[in-house]
Nanobody, 123 residues
Framework: QVQLVESGGGLVQAGGSLRLSCAAS????????MGWFRQAPGKEREFVVA????????YYADSVKGRFTISRDNAKNTVFLQMNSLKPEDTAVYYC????????????????WGQGTQVTVSA
């Protein structure tokens, strides 16, 4: 079992930055690829970015490429999402997820999910 807890969400103006964290429990964190997804009101949950088990490879959705950066610290069982140049359309609940495969953009391929953290970007 892996438990995931996101933090770092909040309200920010367009053009601003936020850094999300996702802390994982358990001793097998490095055996999971990690992903970030987001879900806006009335919309389906969508893929944002994924990172491989070691952190050496990443895969971004086109909508965030060049603005968001994912990283992980396996010693601290934590994955991060640095979000820069935020836009109002980035407003959503952001979820981290753990899965065995990489890169995977489908929610059904991830085994564990956090509870989400709200990110709101004002115009």
């Amino acid at each position: 079992q892996v438990q995931l807890v996101e933090s770092g969400g909040g309200l920010v103006q367009a053009g601003g930055s936020l850094r999300l964290s996702c802390a994982a429990s358990g001793h097998t964190f490095s055996s999971y690829a990690m992903g970030w997804f987001r879900q806006a009101p009335g919309k389906e949950r969508e893929f944002v970015v994924a990172i491989s088990w070691s952190g050496g490879t990443t895969y971004y959705a086109d909508s965030v490429k060049g603005r968001f950066t994912i990283s992980r610290d396996n010693a601290k069982n934590t994955v991060f999402l640095q979000m820069n140049s935020l836009k109002p359309e980035d407003t959503a609940v952001y979820y981290c997820a753990a899965g065995k495969f990489f890169p995977v953009v489908y929610t059904t391929s991830y085994d564990y999910w956090g509870q989400g953290t709200q990110v709101t970007v004002s115009a």
